[in-house]
């Protein structure tokens, strides 16, 4: 019976080990450290400005290019001194660069600063991303840029899930092979990119999103937006999201581990302040008060500088552009020398 | 369960397996095992397709004895009439027109169960069989399990290659070998499809604007004639990717299938295109339909123009019909029709050139005219094919969409895979070239896969399993 079950005959592998198959492992092996290798003297040189960054496979060129940017900046330039975090507002707000030279100009000491805003980051993913951006690259200072409707429900868009990519789950302490891959290996995060780009629908913002990004991070919003006039009826302050709220705690989370937090209002064109400030502004300013004062977090208002900005500063309701910008960013940066001498980032 | 798509973990996993359990059966053992394999397979995708094959199955098998027996004209025309007829009719019914009436009657959602996937595959091998067996070209298979392998054997079963009894049954008879030669061919087999399907033709087909063939007018002169050239290689790296996975995974099991494609735009003329594109289903149109149409008309003194025109003719249409019954689909094989009829008038007046710079230049224009009848191909209808010809007609408008130079590359890779084919004769050729070019080449197309799989849509599902 099992003599007519089964047979022999069928695969004969005389001079199987003759097809180049080891050859072929070699060569793989070769063709990827030679990748590799190239990959990492393009990133760590200066050369790496000139081509698209690599990724870290957060769906997020954005986020991409100021992982990139940011490790380049401490590359070149040392240990981070502030990080500034936030969404649009912080993107396209403070300049990291004149902060630097209103600290210098006040306290003849120089600082080293980065902006890690993302458009429509919102606080759901703002957490998880402060946390990890602290773990890997331990600022001496965490700035977060806010305003009341990072606590709103965020916006479907891709930067929501920054905060559970590999890179960041590898950065809070749930590792995983492409996560450490995506945290050491150019290679790999070149190979994403090319990924990243042949997906068509990823073909424009990867052409434009790196180019409009500057080394330190700043994305300059220049001119005016389409959103100019104030919606007449004026929104209400809500935290009755969870997931932003869980956001929120955990930014107060890292400040009871230890870091450095400064939690800064973000700029607001005076008319909408004046428009919306019932209902929205001043709830959310005195929940804030009454959340960070009492763990000592400071929290800085920014009404005088926003009034301070002349209407062509101002992109839109929210953003300052290229008038707006220098003001914001001297007034952080002064305000930075006074509360945070040069002994404190030494 | 989820139905098994051809490029996927799972069906990696099945053939493994089948092939592992399979080296070490014996010969008629392996017969079982392939047919299990192959039901199994079939059955991820649907019972009823399972109970469709297999009442197909059942009913040929015996039909053929009978007629092996008897001879007899009537009961293959029997045969061939429930063959053909219900792929006709199934034909119709998951067409738009059939489509349009099902909906009145309230029945629309059947129209996705109607026409079992391969179904338009194993129909022609089964008219072709009892055919053959009928003309005394083959005898009537007596062992079922061959015979219901010979139908549903797995890596042809969703799209091809359409394999002739006379071809297929007699490696199922014999004991079966997989040496180097054959792990080789497969694996190469395997390695330049999934170049062709996951490189170029899904990279294009990503890129390519979704609604340009049922909206041409949002789009410029350009636009449709870039994307229509581009279809094409689209349509061939996707159908031709296809049928050498397929081929290379039948060589590891020691069958070997027949080839599709054999390099189609470097065809001379629009009788060679046909001898190079969709192989086997020119040959089943060859030798079951141009052959008797032609032979009919000769034995009924029909000549002149009738005798030149309706062979090309209803072939093709036959051809248009198989692939779907739309006016549209109809009108793509009157116009191949037309083609071969207008190059038959020019063979007999010796106009057509045979070598030299005026026969290249032949071969670009059958080349443009095969690209041109596309549309109709792709348009959901003849109205949507006259809308999309208008853009070929002043004004022109030429603005470009997201198509870039490194996409065209993949053009020029697809022409570059066809002329090593041509100049190696040999469709897995690597094994032609040195050990160290073939390891760096496998070296580089392993690392082309890895990057270009999964950047974007799943489109792992191949064209012609449409049809």
Not at chain 1, 295 to 312: C, E, H, N, Y
Not at chain 2, 372 to 392: D, H, K, M, Q
Request: a neutral charge; hydrophobic letters at 45%; glycine letters at 6%.
């Amino acid at each position: 019976m099992q003599k007519n079950l089964f047979g022999k005959q069928t695969l004969r592998l005389e001079g199987i080990w003759s097809l180049p198959l080891w050859r072929s492992i070699f060569a793989l092996l070769a063709l990827l450290l030679a990748w590799s290798l190239s990959a990492e003297i393009v990133a760590r040189t200066p050369l790496g400005f000139y081509i698209p960054p690599p990724s870290v496979g957060a769906d997020s060129f954005e986020f991409d290019t100021k992982v990139y940017y940011l490790e380049q900046s401490i590359r070149q330039r040392g240990p981070l001194d502030c990080l500034i975090i936030g969404d649009s507002m912080t993107n396209n707000g403070p300049d990291p660069r004149l902060i630097e030279e209103a600290y210098r100009a006040k306290t003849g000491a120089s600082i080293h600063c980065f902006n890690f805003g993302l458009p429509a980051m919102f606080l759901d993913a703002t957490g998880p991303l402060a946390e990890a951006l602290a773990n890997r690259f331990q600022p001496k200072l965490l700035i977060v840029i806010l305003s009341a409707r990072n606590f709103e429900e965020s916006v479907d868009f891709p930067i929501r899930y920054v905060g559970s990519s590999r890179w960041s789950q590898q950065n809070l302490g749930n590792p995983s092979p492409p996560g450490w891959a995506a945290n050491s290996l150019y290679g790999y995060r070149y190979a994403l990119s090319l990924k990243y780009w042949l997906t068509p629908s990823n073909r424009e913002s990867f052409s434009d999103t790196w180019r409009m990004i500057t080394p330190e991070g700043f994305s300059p919003a220049n001119g005016f937006g389409e959103q100019r006039e104030l919606d007449p009826e004026p929104p209400e302050f809500q935290r009755t999201y969870p997931p932003t709220q869980a956001g929120f705690d955990q930014l107060l989370d890292l400040h009871r581990q230890g870091v450095t937090l400064l939690i800064v209002d973000a700029p607001i064109r005076p008319d909408v302040y004046s428009a919306w400030q019932a209902s929205y502004f001043q709830p959310y300013i005195e929940y804030m008060q009454d959340t960070l004062t009492p763990q000592g977090i400071p929290f800085w208002l920014t009404r005088k500088i926003s009034a301070s900005i002349p209407t062509d500063g101002w992109y839109d309701l929210q953003h300052v552009n290229e008038n707006g910008v220098p003001l914001f960013s001297a007034w952080l940066g002064e305000q930075l020398a006074e509360d945070y001498p040069p002994e404190f980032f030494r | 369960m989820n139905p098994i798509e051809i490029i996927s973990l799972d069906f990696l996993l099945l053939t493994v397996v089948t092939a592992a359990v399979y080296y070490i059966l014996a010969p008629r053992a392996q017969i079982f095992w392939l047919l299990a394999a192959s039901y199994f397979f079939y059955a991820t995708w649907s019972w009823i397709f399972v109970g469709v094959l297999l009442a197909f199955t059942i009913l040929n098998f015996f039909l053929a004895q009978q007629i092996e027996r008897s001879k007899s004209g009537q009961l293959l025309s029997m045969g061939i009439l429930v063959n053909a007829g219900s792929l006709v009719f199934l034909k119709f019914l998951t067409g738009p027109y059939g489509g349009n009436i099902l909906e009145r009657v309230g029945t629309s959602t059947l129209t996705g169960i109607l026409l079992p996937i391969g179904f338009s595959f194993y129909v022609l091998q089964l008219i072709s069989y009892l055919t053959d067996v009928q003309r005394g070209q083959i005898e009537a298979e007596k062992e079922f399990a061959r015979f219901a392998l010979y139908l549903a054997y797995f890596p042809k079963l969703l799209a091809g290659p359409i394999e002739r009894a006379k071809s297929f049954l007699p490696q199922l008879k014999q004991d079966r070998v997989v040496d180097r030669g054959s792990i080789e061919q497969g694996l190469y087999l395997i390695l330049l499809g999934l170049l062709r399907k996951v490189v170029i033709a899904d990279h294009l087909s990503r890129l390519r604007p979704e609604n340009i063939f049922t909206e041409p007018e949002n789009f410029t002169s350009l636009e449709r004639a870039v994307w229509l050239l581009v279809f094409g290689f689209i349509l061939y790296n996707d159908f031709a990717g296809y049928t050498s996975i397929v081929r290379g995974i039948s060589s590891l099991l020691g069958i070997q299938l027949s080839p599709n494609f054999k390099q189609p735009f470097l065809a001379r003329s629009f009788s060679d295109f046909w001898t190079r594109w969709h192989i086997t289903l020119s040959e089943w149109l060859r030798d079951y339909i141009f052959y008797p149409v032609r032979r009919s008309l000769m034995q009924s003194q029909i000549k002149g123009w009738a005798a030149l025109l309706l062979p090309p003719m209803v072939t093709m249409l036959v051809s248009g019909y198989w692939h779907g019954a739309s006016l549209a689909l109809l009108l793509w094989g009157f116009i191949h029709g037309l083609y071969l009829l207008v190059e038959q008038i020019l063979q007999q007046s010796k106009w057509l050139p045979k070598d030299g710079l005026k026969a290249n230049l032949y071969g670009v224009l059958v080349f443009l005219l095969v690209t041109l009848a596309w549309i109709p191909f792709n348009t959901p209808s003849v109205r949507a094919s006259l809308r999309y010809l208008e853009g070929f007609f002043p004004p022109y408008t030429s603005t470009l969409g997201q198509l870039i130079f490194p996409d065209i590359l993949l053009i020029i890779f697809s022409l570059w895979l066809d002329w090593q084919e041509q100049a190696h004769r040999d469709l897995s050729f690597p094994r032609k070239w040195t050990p160290v070019r073939q390891s760096w080449s496998v070296a580089i197309a392993i690392l082309l896969l890895v990057l270009f799989s999964g950047a974007g849509d799943d489109l792992s599902r191949f064209v012609y399993e449409f049809f």
